[in-house]
């Protein structure tokens, strides 16, 4: 199982690395331009920037998606982590006007000061995740008062609200606000760190930044009258041991349904699947399809039954396609000659076999490890 998942992992960060870029950009535009968004306390970032020149603006790791539109194309910078999922932000930060700056307080953090004291001395704004790239949420690194020291430069807090929103089943709780939500900025009150800072003023600072961005979201979700939407412990700056207690109890109730109905589950989405794959593949002969149309429509037969079968859909997804895929490839062999019938028999079969294993290990064999 942890070699499907490690498998998993790696492919999606690579389709996502090579996309992320062009299409990001476009889903994310077009969505964004349906927000209605309103911003609070911007005169805390002028101030800011001006007395700096240049600031950081420090906001949690699980907001980029909102941050990204509501600040595209202004020449900031963004810190980004120096790994896998860093290589997938840094396209769509790119593509929305930003300028990236690799590294982290454990990799590449010497470098990534230096680029950032060049950029700060040109008036430069810097967004830095203080919780991220690993969490727990709304935890501060003590790197970021560290660069503010070494830099004197201030750090702004930034908070965002929104009163509807998909949030992701994540440790940052990722935020996606949906069509025509109400987005609210809120610029906190900075936090200056002089050069001459001691240790302990610097970890007051941290604990400071923490308290003025976590209020400057209160601040937003007030003003949109809503509810805060942290499933987060309520301890300052919780250790990993201390979130794992705090938020036990918030957990979502274990699956209590027998292997048979699991496994019914399963099979009710392949079905589904297969039978709308089969139209299209019907629709295909009769109509003359292109093949960059029975993909979008396989990604949009998925993306539906991402959401009827939330629990196993995203492993679903990756075998329908394998076992699907494999399943044309050899009802297409058999138009062909000699040659290109037996590749695409070969490539066909690997497909459905790998396919076949997926759905096997997923449905079938981890339901009756775990019972």
């Known amino acids: 199982m942890g070699a499907v998942k490690r498998w998993r992992k790696r492919w999606v960060r690579s389709f996502g690395k090579g996309t992320a870029g062009w299409l990001g950009r476009a889903a994310l535009s077009l969505l964004s331009k349906t927000w209605r968004v309103e911003v609070l306390g911007e005169e805390n970032l002028n101030a800011s920037v001006k007395a700096g020149p240049g600031c950081f603006l420090s906001m949690w790791h699980g907001r980029m998606i909102v941050a990204i539109p509501t600040h595209a194309r202004r020449g900031w910078h963004v810190l980004v982590s120096p790994s896998g999922d860093g290589d997938v932000s840094e396209k769509l930060l790119e593509a929305n006007g930003y300028f990236v700056i690799r590294g982290s ?76 939500a ?33 209020e400057a979201e209160r601040a937003g979700f007030g003003h949109l009258g809503c509810e805060v939407d942290w499933p987060t412990p309520t301890a300052p700056n919780p250790g990993r041991r201390e979130w794992a207690a705090e938020t036990k109890e918030n957990e979502q109730p274990r699956d209590e349904r027998t292997t048979g109905e699991k496994i019914a589950r399963g099979a009710t989405f392949f079905l589904s699947g297969a039978a709308l794959f089969a139209w299209l593949y019907a629709f295909d002969q009769a109509g003359d399809l292109p093949p960059w149309g029975k993909t979008i429509g396989t990604l949009l037969a998925g993306g539906l039954l991402w959401k009827a079968f939330p629990e196993k859909a995203e492993a679903g997804f990756f075998s329908l396609v394998m076992i699907l895929g494999g399943t044309f490839l050899l009802v297409d062999a058999t138009g062909q000659d000699s040659s290109a019938r037996l590749e695409k028999i070969a490539m066909g079969t690997a497909l459905l076999l790998l396919g076949l294993l997926y759905f096997w290990v997923v449905f079938i064999k981890a339901p009756k490890d775990e019972g």
């Open 105 to 180: 307080s454990s990799r590449g953090g010497a470098r990534a000061l230096r680029a950032m004291l060049r950029v700060l001395d040109d008036g430069a704004v810097l967004f830095i995740t203080p919780d991220g790239p690993r969490g727990p949420m709304h935890t501060m690194n003590p790197g970021l008062a560290f660069m503010a020291r070494a830099t004197g430069r201030e750090i702004v807090p930034l908070g965002f609200a929104c009163d509807r929103a998909w949030h992701a089943d994540s440790w940052d709780h990722f935020t996606i606000p949906k069509p025509f």
């Open 182 to 214: 109400r987005v609210c900025v809120v610029y906190g009150e900075p936090v200056p760190v002089s050069r001459e800072a001691e240790d302990t003023e610097q970890e007051e600072a941290t604990e400071l930044v923490r308290e003025r961005t976590l």
